[in-house]
Every structure is written in C-alpha cells, then in structure tokens.
C-alpha cells in the first residue's frame, strides 16, 4: 500500500543538513523529555496525562513539518539530549534502515540496558548470530507467518470465556483497569496455559522491574529478576498442552537461544500493549458510526467459533492497527549504527543513532490525506506499510504481529456481539481531526447489552 504523497521534499544529493541549537532544545522539550517521563518500557501514568493535556505530540508534528521545510530534507540530524541522532522521514531511507536491521542498525545502548534490566538476551536487543538464532526460534513458537496460529482456535476460547467473564461482572461499562485485569488473565493461559489464569505475582513482578528499567540509569539487579525466571523456567520445564509454552520444547535452539528470556516480551507486549491498542480501537470504532455498522454487519449471525473465522474479518483487524497507526505506543523507533553506510545518497559514519519517529510520520498531513482521521479501510489491500511502524516492518518486524492482531481483534469481536457501547470519556469526534493522544488510562465506555 503506497499511502498518497501530497509533497516529497527529499534532495538527495545536498549533504544531510543539522537542526540549529534552538532546534534541538525545542525537539528536546516536545519530544525526547516526554519520551522518557512517560515511560520508555511501561506508562506512567502521572506523566502521561500530564504531557497529553499539554499536546506535546501535536507540538512534535508541526515541529518537524517546519524542520523538514526549513532544511529541505527528509534526513536531518540533531541531538536526542546528548547524542547526535539522524532523524530520517524518507519512505525509502526508512525501509533501507528496517531492511537491514539489525545486521547494520542495531539496537542503541539506552534500549539494550534499559531492557536487560528485565529481559537480558531478548530478541529485540541482540545482534548478529544472537539474533538470527532467537528469531528463528520466536518465529516458530509465535507462528509469525500464519494469520491464524496453529493453538488459535484454543486461545479463541480462552478469549471468549475471559470476555464474558468480564462483561457478566462489568454491566454497565467497561475502563483501563478492566481491559488490563482481561489481558493479563488472557497473556498467562496464552503463554502459560490454563493453571497459570491468576499468577498475578508473575505480572506484577514483570511490572515492577519494568517500571525500575524506566529508569534505564544506575540500574541495580532488580528483587524481583530471580523469583520472576524462577517461575519462567518451571513453567518452561512442565509446558501445558495448548500453550506458546508447549511449542517451546519443538522450536528450534540452542544454546545461545536462552529461552527463558524471550517470555517476557511476549508477557508484556500481549498485556499492556495490546490490552492499550484494543481498548483504544473499541473506543474509536464506537465513535465512529459508519465503522461500527460496517463492523456489526460482518460480525450479525455468525458463531466465530473458530481462528479462522475471527482471522477473516480484515476490516476489524483494519481498526486494530489503524488504532495504532494513529496512536503509536512505539513512539519511535532507535537504532545504533554498527558499519558505514549510505542514506539518501549521503554516507552515513558507524557509530551514529538513527530514529524513526513514528508520533511525527504517521500523523505526516502534508504526506498522508487521511493521517488525522480513523480510516481502517487503508489496511485492507495490504498490512504492511513503511511508512507506518508500529509494529515495525522489515527483518525485525514485530515477531507477534499476527498473534497480536489476532488475540486483539478476538476480544473485540467477543465485546462487540454482545453488547453496544458509547464512549463517555475522553471525546472522540469523527467530524474533526482525532486527538494526537488518546488517553488509555482515562478511557470509559458505557454498555448496553444486547441480549
Ligand atoms: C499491539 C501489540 C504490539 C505492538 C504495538 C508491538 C510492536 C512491536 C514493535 C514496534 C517492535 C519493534 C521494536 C524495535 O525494533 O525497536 C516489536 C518487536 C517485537 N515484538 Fe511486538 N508488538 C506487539 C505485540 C507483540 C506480541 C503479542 C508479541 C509476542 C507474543 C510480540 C513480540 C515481539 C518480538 C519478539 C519482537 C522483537 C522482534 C525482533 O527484534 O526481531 N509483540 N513489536
């Protein structure tokens, strides 16, 4: 899917321009100290609101508009606090650099330390032979190149017992805490199976180290990290039949695979990320009557009984990723570069930090017609798209996109069918532009049961 193009400001024979000094401050103070104050790897909430009421993503849009007209580049560096990075907005440069990552753009230092406060030896921070031997072994657990995973019909039914467990419970509206307490109790019988349904001390204990990596600085072995893998491994050493844990002892690996160390990324990007993705397009697509009806008229007088059935409903999975499209929990992506290359016809020396800033391309209005409005329909042709990386693109594509989006459109058949919602809070108004942010935290839906 090539988005249309309304203007295309790419020299690439000029040398790569730098943003002035009050540049750098402004991108600081709009982007780069939100970054970290909202939480690199799990939300904050305080600040969250805080720099949502101020707009600040907003800010970042016509920010970098003005950068990129002022310089006449899609390629200009400048500094993330006090490292030179190189922003790039080029279709073409960025697929250069998510086509060869992370052979020559790895992960920089802040993300490899801040996530091996958690995760050591995880997927997404390692590099060469490392990564090539756990992605393998990811792919295969996670069935990346299937739409319908090969247990989906069995985590289908974990979701349609979880869900109606919460609407039996929850009558009259649904918020933040009810989609988080759902999502948990769907990741560990997911991951885990059925007798793991209310490890809380799992989760939390993910949680707290998470929230300690935020930090990403003077970072100490956390109290949780032995208890946490003490529980990761007996998990691993007796799978439950039906779980990502069974397939475990049948994927490829070896030695340098570490097992152990990539659940905990499919423990967190299953419950926060994708319980925050889903609650925000259940929420956009009720307040948007044309979509709702589009959506209730492929789900009327069907059972979606089966993966299949649920994997068919492109639309559905359309407002997922159109959720996240506009409201990226990745705000960007980073990377470290390990060799010389060039970008933009311009050659780029090894060692420099490259960003891919997703809050600014994917609400790009001078490049994408449609970037501030819910338009699900843009997904149907093809899910794959350069411009858009919120579940990145590339060779390190998120290793659980089709997992995501499949549990995620999952639970939003299993609430729509049942019940009408109405979005009580914050608004949501199709007619104008969408909200750069979209508060999860503060998210409340009013139901009405169907039957
Ligand atoms: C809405 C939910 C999700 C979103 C928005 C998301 C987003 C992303 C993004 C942006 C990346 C690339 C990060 C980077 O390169 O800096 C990524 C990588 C990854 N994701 Fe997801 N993800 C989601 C759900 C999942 C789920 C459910 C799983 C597994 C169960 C998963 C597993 C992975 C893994 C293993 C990687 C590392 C890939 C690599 O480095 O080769 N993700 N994800």
């Known amino acids: 899917m090539q988005p249309t193009i309304l203007t295309g400001k790419t020299s690439p024979v000029q040398p790569i321009p730098s943003a002035s000094l009050s540049e750098n401050v402004a991108f600081n103070l709009l982007h780069t100290v939100p970054y970290f104050l909202r939480g690199i790897f799990t939300k904050n909430h305080f600040w969250s609101r805080f720099f949502d009421a101020l707009h600040t993503d907003r800010l970042v849009v016509r920010f970098c508009q003005r950068l990129r007209a002022k310089h006449g580049s899609d390629f200009i560096y400048l500094y993330l606090l006090q490292n030179k990075a190189l922003c790039v907005f080029d279709y073409d ?21 801040g996530m091996s406060h958690f995760q050591p030896n995880a997927l997404t921070i390692s590099r060469g032979e490392e990564w090539k031997d756990r992605r393998r ?68 204990r993910l949680e707290r180290m998470m929230r300690e990596s935020n930090r990403v600085f003077l970072l100490k072995k956390s109290k949780d990290f032995d208890a946490f893998y003490r529980r990761i491994r007996a998990h691993l050493a007796a799978p ?74 492109k639309y559905l999975r359309g ?49 994408h017609y449609f970037a501030d409005r819910f338009s699900p329909e843009l997904w149907l042709e093809s899910e794959e798209n350069y411009h858009f990386n919120h579940l990145s693109n590339g060779q390190q594509v998120c290793a659980g996109k089709n997992l995501a989006l ?27 532009p969408l909200p750069h942010t979209f508060n999860e935290f503060r998210i409340k839906l009013g139901r009405i049961p169907l039957y």
């Open 93 to 113: 440069g960025i697929k250069h650099v998510l086509d060869n990552s992370p052979y020559i753009y790895a992960d920089p230092d802040l993300k490899h330390r």
């Open 137 to 204: 072994f990811n792919e295969a657990v996670l069935n990346s190149d299937r739409t319908v995973h090969e247990y989906g019909d069995a985590f289908l039914e974990i979701i349609r017992t979880e869900v109606r467990a919460l609407l039996e419970d929850k009558v009259d509206g649904l918020g933040w805490e009810d989609f988080d307490r759902l999502f948990k109790r769907v990741t560990l019988q997911v991951i885990f199976g059925a007798s793991a349904r209310s490890e809380t001390e799992l989760t939390d």
């Open 240 to 313: 439950e039949p039906g779980s990502l844990s069974a397939l475990c002892p049948h994927a490829p690996s070896s030695p340098l695979t570490r097992q152990e160390n990539q659940v905990p990324h499919w423990m967190f990007a299953t419950m926060e990320t994708l319980a925050t993705n889903t609650l925000r397009a259940l929420a956009a697509i009720v307040a948007h009557p044309k979509v709702e009806e589009r959506v209730r008229r492929q789900l009327a007088g069907k059972p979606f009984t089966s993966g299949a059935e649920v994997a068919s409903l």
């Open 319 to 367: 407002c997922l990723q159109e959720a996240m499209r506009l409201w990226p929990t990745t705000p960007m992506l980073a990377r470290l570069m390990l060799a010389d290359d060039q970008l933009g016809g311009q050659p780029v020396p090894a060692n420099t930090q490259v960003i891919i800033l997703n809050t600014f391309l994917h609400r790009d209005s001078e490049k």
């Open 406 to 432: 499949f549990i995620g459109t999952a639970v939003l058949v299993e609430l729509l069918r049942g019940s009408r919602y109405r979005l009580r809070r914050p608004a949501l108004r199709p007619a104008k």
